[in-house]
């Protein structure tokens, strides 16, 4: 068996986003709880969060950007940008948190002490942009991740997956000029879904040509389409680029239960995908795979659908 | 919403006695397909395309003539030659709609876009009024397009905005389409939001029938009157 580390931290769950929002404490909650009922919590390496230097994050943020957003938390503004980036006097803090702590975690996986990782944050972060927060994110903690990997860990190529039912534009837009970092995502068709970009033609730009890859899924599909999909087009690429570090941008909100997305994916469906991501990470990345929480919103299937994960992850399955 | 604005102003164009070979590299260089002739003082005297120079070359399918021959023959062959000298031209002033409607008309993928005495001010081409109508769509906005089948009756629209709003969410663009059934309309609000399920929710509770993307085309319409 591997091991596992998990980051999760209670103060996660101070990102207030008010009454009636999807992207909502309790899904880390139901999260966890699905981890404790299976008694997998022992078996996990804990993490907890420490906030992320100011120089991680302005490696992906413009600094306007950023003190925009402490501004807006300190002034006790509670949306920035668009209504549905609702936030609390907290906000920043825990957004530093969460990309922190994913930091800490690829520590512990350089370091060898862990062998790879579910990190349970809030807020998500594949929809933030360089200078704007977007689809209930703030930081990008992906690309933040894939920048550290980079300047601190001497890591040249990285590999972002993003099977979020969302396109990560903001990811998208962060790497799609450079060639060291290739970004897949999976996701609803733009024409039905937020937030309207990742079509099949957008490909990478200058240098980067060639480094994103988008395979867009119509409503109404689920399991058997993701994988002759993600075969299709992901399997092949990646073999391409023969990545160093694996990072997941995980969503649950593909799930059919999910009311996000019109993606019908089983629970099954969840499990292979995490099982072909730890295969490759075994085959390309000496295991190394980072996995990071964007969205998932349907509360009673979170708990189970993270048990999976981890035991995925763990190779328990 | 007028074509001067939208208009490309750098108009790349060419003289009358410039020869034809020097026309297809001018368009090749800067990616076009319309090239105006004007004369000394930029005023038009016609425009040529891409298609009016090939048309001049030979076919591929013909190799018997002489290549020497043929060459001579198109280095002597000059813009004026070849060029539409009965081009629809259109005013700065007029609007978008009106070039959009204009280029159904007609056919034509550009126009040249000229003053009281004829002299070019721009081109205006189906790519700049596609740029138009994109923006006007709100693509370029993250969104949701979510679809609403209503009666064609007064009233209708206040009600989708303020169930919306009621909502908390914002519009990127609110598209109206005829629909199959007389006496209803689709209407297609651009919603800038990631929380659209709530939305739709309201909507349906509020008594509207929601309509699936999926089975909608946009061009609802006959494309001729024929059909």
């Not at chain 1, 039912?165 to 999976?186: A, C, K, L």
Request: aromatic share 8%.
């Amino acid at each position: 068996m591997k091991k596992t580390g998990f980051l999760y931290d209670d103060r996660y769950l101070l990102h207030d986003t008010g009454p009636y929002h999807p992207e909502r404490p309790e899904r880390l909650k139901m999260i966890r709880k699905g981890l404790e009922e299976a008694g997998l919590l022992p078996m996990l390496t804990p993490i907890k969060a420490s906030r992320a230097q100011q120089k991680w994050i302005e490696a992906v943020h413009n600094i306007k950007y950023i003190l925009r957003f402490e501004e807006s938390c300190l002034y006790g503004l509670t949306e920035m940008d668009y209504p549905d980036n609702q936030m609390c006097g907290a906000s920043y803090e825990i957004a530093l948190l969460a990309a922190g702590g994913i930091l800490d975690t690829i520590k512990l996986m350089m370091e060898g002490k862990i062998d790879n990782a579910f990190c349970a944050v809030r807020p998500p972060g594949h929809h933030a942009e360089i200078d704007k927060s977007m689809g209930f994110c703030y930081f990008n903690n992906a690309a933040v991740a894939a920048k550290y990997l980079q300047s601190e860990w001497n890591i040249r190529k990285v590999a972002i997956i993003d099977f979020d039912v969302h396109h990560g534009n903001g990811t998208q837009h962060i790497f799609e000029r450079d060639p060291s970092v290739f970004y897949y995502s999976i996701h609803e068709h733009p024409s039905f879904a937020f937030p309207g970009t990742g079509r099949e033609f957008e490909k990478g730009t200058d240098a980067g040509l060639g480094y994103t890859l988008n395979t867009p899924v119509l409503p109404g599909q689920g399991d058997a389409e993701y994988k002759k999909l993600m075969e299709r087009d992901l399997f092949p690429a990646i073999d391409g680029f023969s990545p160093e570090v694996i990072l997941l941008s995980t969503g649950f909100d593909a799930h059919v239960d999910d009311d996000m997305s019109g993606i019908n994916l089983s629970t099954e469906g969840y499990s292979w995908i995490i099982g072909r991501m730890v295969e490759l990470a075994d085959k390309y990345s000496d295991g190394r795979l980072i996995s990071i929480l964007e969205g998932g919103y349907c509360l009673p299937r979170l708990p189970e659908l993270g048990k999976n994960h981890v035991e995925m992850l763990m190779g328990k399955k | 919403m007028f074509v001067e604005q939208s208009m490309s102003k750098n108009v790349i164009a060419i003289g009358p006695e410039a020869g034809i070979l020097e026309a297809k590299d001018v368009m090749a260089e800067h990616n076009i397909r319309h090239l105006p002739v004007v004369d000394k003082d930029d005023k038009l005297l016609g425009v040529i395309t891409d298609r009016d120079v090939r048309s001049a070359m030979p076919s591929i399918f013909v190799d018997s003539c002489n290549i020497e021959e043929e060459k001579e023959r198109l280095s002597k062959l000059k813009v004026k030659d070849v060029m539409t000298k009965d081009v629809v031209t259109i005013s700065p002033l007029y609007t978008l709609q009106d070039a959009l409607l204009l280029m159904q008309k007609t056919r034509f993928g550009a126009f040249p876009v000229v003053d009281e005495d004829r002299k070019l001010k721009g081109i205006i081409s189906i790519r700049d009024l596609m740029r138009a109508f994109i923006n006007v769509l709100g693509l370029g906005e993250p969104g949701i397009l979510v679809g609403i089948l209503v009666e064609n009756r007064l009233g209708q629209m206040k009600r989708i905005v303020d169930t919306i709003t009621e909502e908390h969410v914002s519009f990127g663009s609110i598209l109206v389409a005829r629909y199959w059934d007389e006496g209803k309309r689709a209407v297609f609000p651009y919603l800038l939001t990631n929380n659209v399920s709530k939305v739709k929710k309201k909507l349906e509770s509020s008594g509207f029938e929601l309509l699936n993307p999926m089975e909608w085309y946009l061009d609802q319409l006959p494309r001729h009157k024929t059909d």
